[in-house]
């Protein structure tokens, strides 16, 4: 089995089978393969037959062989690969279905069949993707059992499937075991009735799916391929794989049909006859393009388009019998073929040729002697023996006398409806929509679980929001860490088991799986730098079931020191002074927060730069606390929506309850004196809060903003975020920040910005100034269509600089001097916004006028005047909505354009503050599509830009408002 799936050489459409027989482990040879023949006999003509019988295989037929050629011993070793046990007494086969999957599970429905028919029977079926049944029966296996696990434990028997149990044999069982174990009437190995639902509901339509699965249809061939397929109807599968399947050099014979259109009496006559195929063959005729040799008598279209498509159609069907005869004749003589060609291919894998150039002396001695190696091969024998078979009879069958008068005179059937190869569509609607229905009951079943263990798990402990302690970020990611993984790649542990490992601080092992003697390794590698190590480090390696059942605990973890011999501590301090010294240049240990950071920071009085540069060289850095900001850092950015961090600790046994997170995030940065916790405690938890306490909340956020790498995702999700609800301008406001600890000036702020803007990838950004392109549509917008191939949607990008009240005036003209150098760049005018209780109007006045000087146009962010209606109520700058200042603006034809202000704060979008002016002041559709179209007329965009919105709008409104 093993070998199937990780074989390269099997082909990907084989499904190959083994039936065994139940016969006493003592039995003598000659009485087993006695047994054998007679088994195969039965089977073949009895038990079978009647479903076999007038079935057309797409490539090849069901074909169960002895295990060797003579079977004169049903225990000797024999030629098959693909039998797990050549020893034991089987059957054996292999049936190639390709594009006709039809054909692999009408074989299953045999083996079942067989299975009925004969109880003493145990049978298997695999192809190259394994136990493809468990495949159908994916969302009814226990989850102990996959590709890894279930090799020799699948069986069909007595029309059931069986799966040996894993308490039987934990780790992969020998066949002949595994055998024992499903014959045994003292262990139920029968698959649950899930599983048998599974794939009773594949095979039940069998055998009248068989039946249904052929076509019939007229054709007009030549009277040698009447001849041929009247005697041997089955022949057709290996005419119409040789059509299809046709090369340059095949084509070749189509071009002169020497076979089936020339004869030593002159030309060949055409009679029409009706064959019967698999609709996947028909396909494969009627959709392929192919050019009538010229030698070959077509009808013209004006004698009606019935009769010109059985010409076709017969024609197509002559030169894939003609390219099939030609080329099978040719590898019968020569002994090449497929065969031939997989066998020098295993050649050049192994290294025969390396180094040689193809056609030189060498190589072409080398391949000489493989190929006469090959050609004296009981393989090429047997090869040569296959190729020929359809050969010879289809000279024997043209050796007998014909006329066209046999085809003469009989009603021909008609043709069947091959209105399944255009009308599809109800069927696969039909079989996606089940297996939506099987997904959407399996996570029903799961989620129902998964409630049930969270809910087991509350009972026994306070709430999360009581529990949750930002130490067990630390201690979680510490332990998976420290864990132990095997080949395949970092595991986390499982949920339910997390908790007791930060707890107790035991490894969890597996007793079955194969173990890291990580000890060991390490004392291999100390010993390699020179180092001893006696430290144990942690193993937390998970199987793959997380029942409790199935864990082992070791607790015998020793508390180990740390033994060093004079050279390793003396190479390890040397390596730690050069990084420090290498580092300590740059504005990276600026980055970390130490663990006395926050007395310095609380500290009236700040110490001289010489004393805080050797501080910061003795004051070691709070590992866990860098940590947890680093991680809290990212989970802001997720604005509470679904994310990595999140994810991460989630997977970990982390919950971060919505409620504390901003709570929690404030506890740690106060408590290391990044902020003082006590201004901000109070508002976090509210909804609606004062605009002075929304400040305090935006103190929070800043923090956060400090990276280039920050910044710059913060920038493309708000631009993607405002793609999806069809936004197609956008202002959006930045103050540029400075931060000496981070290295960031607000020039590379800037640059911070804009490289977020060009990382869009949901949608085209137009920035530059120049761009007025209007080559985009309004339809859902295609992902990553970097080759143009269709239109995407745009979002033009303006970019305001924002100069914040708390700012200086050196500072604030610092900023208008960057929008003049950031022109060209997307950047058209200068905001004035921040907390209005902060700073006074007249510290800006120089940098306003200045700005005005230099021709940037100015926007007010203020509250007093701001269309800003969520943002309005929420921050209680009025009793209710329907006091906003936007109805009286509105009445007077005032100009006005409705923003969001702040969405992750106030949780809102800019679709829902439309809406809500709708709703609350009477608004039709008309009116609120022209307060959108108004917007154009008040924005800092050129006139290039704004006409292109006017397009925009006036195709929309044709479309929307006809």
Known sequence: MEEVRRNPRIPEDTVFYTIYPDLPPDSPPAEAAATLRSLHLHLIHSVLAPHLRDYIWQHEPLHLSLPSSSAASATATSHCPFCGSPSLPHLHGKTRFGDNLDDEWFVVFLLFEASRAIPSLSARAWDSDGEFLLIEAAFSLPRWLDPDTSTNRIFIRRGDLHIVPRDRFPSNPPLAAALDVVRSEDIDTRASDAVQAAINWRISRYPERARANTHRVRVRVPLPVAQVLKHEPCLISLAVEGFYDRDVDSMKHAARMDKFLRSNGGGIEMVRVSVRMSRAM?????????????????????EGAAA??????????????????????????????????????????????????????????????????????????????IMNAPVQRIDEILSMPCSVDDFEGSELPPNGDDSWLYNGEDELNSAILARQKEMEIYEAERKHRKDKRQKHAADGSSSLSDDFNLGDIAETMQAFVQKVSSFEGAEVPPNS????????????????????????????????????????????????????????????????????????????????????????????????????????????????????????????????????????????SQQGLAGPTS?????????????????????????????????????????????????????????????????????????????????????????????????????????????????????????????????????????????????????????????????????AMETVDLAMELKDAGVVGIDLSGNPVVGEWQTFIPALKHAKQLGLPLTLHCAEIEICLTSNVRTERLHSIDDHHFVDLYNSKHPLALCTDDCGLFSTTLSNEYHLAASTFGLDKGQIFWLARSAIEFVFADNGVKEALRNLFEAAERKLMP
């Open 308 to 385: 010109y498509m059985e010409a076709e159609l017969g024609m197509k069907i002559a030169c894939g019998f003609e390219m099939m005869y030609q080329e099978r004749r040719r590898a019968g003589e020569e002994g090449k073929g497929t065969t031939w060609e997989a066998f020098k291919r295993s050649l050049e894998n192994s290294g025969c040729f390396e180094g040689l150039l193809p056609g030189s002396k060498e190589y072409q001695r080398i391949m000489d002697g493989a190929f006469e190696y090959y050609k004296n091969s009981s393989l090429s024998s047997r090869t040569r023996e």
């Open 647 to 811: 994810n991460v600790l989630g997977l970990m046994g982390v919950k971060v309850p919505p409620d504390v997170k901003k709570m929690e995030l404030a506890k740690v940065l106060g408590g290391k004196g990044v902020i003082v916790f006590e201004d901000v405690a109070h508002v976090i938890m509210k909804n609606g809060r004062s605009l002075p306490e929304c400040f305090k909340l935006f103190d929070l956020y800043h923090i956060l903003t400090t990276d280039h790498e920050t910044v710059s995702r913060i920038t493309k999700e708000v631009v993607e975020d405002f793609a999806a609800e069809n936004v197609v301008y956008l202002e959006l406001r930045t103050t540029p920040k400075k931060n000496e600890a981070k290295g960031m000036t607000k020039q590379s702020y800037m640059k911070a910005v804009i490289d977020g803007l060009r990382a869009v990838d949901t949608v085209d950004v137009a920035l530059a100034n120049s761009d007025t392109s209007t080559d985009y549509c309004l339809e859902p917008l295609p992902i990553n269509d970097t080759q143009g191939r269709i239109k995407r949607k745009r979002i033009y990008i303006r970019l305001l600089l924002s100069i914040d009240r708390r700012e200086t005036t050196a500072s």
């Open 497 to 636: 088991l997390i908790s007791n490992q930060i707890v107790l601080g035991f490894a969890f092992r597996s007793s079955k799986a194969v173990e890291l003697d990580a000890d060991q390794f390490m004392k291999i590698m100390g010993s390699v730098v020179g180092e001893t190590h006696e430290e144990t480090v942690c193993d937390a390696d998970f199987a793959r079931d997380t029942s409790s059942s199935d864990m082992d605990f070791d607790d015998s973890e020793d508390e180990g020191g740390l033994a060093e011999d004079g050279n390793g501590d003396t190479f390890m301090q040397s390596y730690s002074d050069a990084l420090n010294k290498e580092l300590n240049d740059t504005t990276l240990k600026r980055s970390f927060i130490r663990a006395s950071q926050q007395h310095s920071n609380n500290s009236n009085e700040g110490p001289s730069n010489a004393a805080k540069d050797t501080d910061e060289e003795l004051t070691p850095v709070d590992v866990d606390v860098n940590l947890v900001k680093s991680f809290l850092d990212s989970f802001s």
């Open 282 to 302: 028909y396909a494969q005729l009627v959709q392929q393009n192919f050019q009538a040799p010229r030698c070959y008598p077509m009808p013209s279209r004006d």
